[in-house]
């Protein structure tokens, strides 16, 4: 969108999503009325709130939100609870789209996760009036506990959109509700499995779109990411200087590339790495250094070469050859490297950037 038009867009969606969640409209099939907090205090309430329809008082909307049955908030008396769990799962679906597209910065974690248990609420919810008496395990009676599918419906969906494991220890932790560790962990693992093999990660998909610098993963099980080496997809063309170099070969190479550090090697006849140094270092250095040809009236800095006059950085991680292209990227994704030089020997025969590992 132009810059321009940013202001209308954003008040015209909030404008919308506002009339659309409005209490007193449809949002009290969406229970609007209710907090963030409140929303996940309800969702989580081990009551089955099939059992406790038929037993409320009163169906119409009180006044305000009563703090011990925040439940009430999702009846309404021309909706059943599924009526309205399942309403608020198809409107929120489009209108959490529809808020992500706003250019405005916001915290995304905590709608997914509410989405997430308002799943999981609707299947318990489901399960309980499919056995109302529970189902039998290891010779006992089991209760169906809708929270409990909340509370794995949260996690589980907040960790597939976020790639994320640790959402099952964050439930536990924040509720409280340790007994449900075992599913809730399962849930997370399974949903993770199959969001990673067809889709990015929610801010990976932010990046793709806004076409921000991004390396695609490479799953372990892809063996061919085992078999290509580095030596094949390298850049062999690398702009490298020798510590005896002036400033003629620092300008050279200056001029043949932008990187924004060079490698620098023994000498011209014995190509060892032994150090990198920046771009903006050999910008000084030709600051101090005046062209040998100028007149000798303007040679007002001391001559020198690039290891006398320039810090050379000691090289920390360099690739082999014959390193994989799957240990290659690991590397690059760990360490959020931008290029690695390549060399043979201690002999610097390539360089490896994001570009190419892509």
């Not at 499995?193 to 929610?202: C, D, L, R």
């Not at 063996?223 to 850049?235: H, T």
């Not at 001391?302 to 920390?316: N, Q, R, V």
């Not at 991680?317 to 994704?333: C, G, K, R, V, Y």
Request: charged share 15%; proline share 8%.
């Amino acid at each position: 969108l132009p810059s321009s038009s940013k202001p209308v867009y954003t008040v015209l969606v909030v404008l919308l999503l506002a009339s659309i969640t409005f209490p007193p409209g449809l949002g009290q099939l969406m229970a609007s009325r209710l907090t963030m907090k409140e929303y996940l205090t309800s969702l989580f309430d081990n009551r089955t709130w099939g059992k406790l329809v038929p037993n409320a008082s009163s169906m119409a909307d009180p006044p305000g939100v009563d703090p011990r049955e925040l439940w009430q908030e999702w009846c309404h008396p021309s909706a059943t609870i599924f009526g309205t769990l399942a309403f608020f799962l198809l409107m929120k679906f489009w209108m959490l789209i529809l808020a992500t597209t706003l250019p405005l910065p916001a915290g995304y974690f905590m709608p997914i996760f509410i989405y997430g248990a308002a799943i999981g609420r609707l299947v318990g919810e489901t399960v309980a009036l499919l056995f109302p008496r529970g189902l039998w395990s290891e010779g006992d009676l089991r209760p169906i506990i809708p929270g409990g599918y909340a509370l794995a419906g949260a996690a589980a969906f907040s960790g597939s959109v976020t790639h994320s494991i640790s959402t099952a220890l964050l439930v536990c932790e924040t509720t409280g509700h340790l007994g449900h560790v075992l599913p809730v962990v399962l849930a997370v693992l399974v949903a993770n499995a199959i969001t990673q093999k067809h889709q990015p990660s929610f801010y990976d998909g932010t990046i793709i779109v806004k076409k921000l610098p991004y390396l695609p993963p490479i799953r372990s099980r892809h063996m061919a990411s085992y078999q290509v080496v580095v030596e094949e997809f390298m850049e062999r063309r690398v702009v490298a200087l020798a510590k005896g170099d002036g400033f003629e070969e620092v300008l050279m190479a200056l001029d043949a590339s932008a990187n924004a550090e060079y490698p620098v090697v023994e000498s011209a006849g014995s190509p060892t790495l032994v150090g990198t140094i920046s771009r903006t270092q050999l910008v000084t250095f030709l600051q101090s250094h005046k062209h040998p040809q100028a007149p000798p009236g303007e040679k007002l800095a001391t001559a020198g070469t690039l290891g006398d006059s320039c810090a050379i950085e000691p090289i920390m991680l360099q690739l082999s050859p014959w390193t994989s292209l799957h240990q290659a990227h690991h590397l690059f994704e760990l360490l959020k490297l931008q290029r690695i030089f390549v060399t043979r020997f201690g002999e610097l025969v390539g360089a490896v950037s994001r570009l190419e590992v892509r």
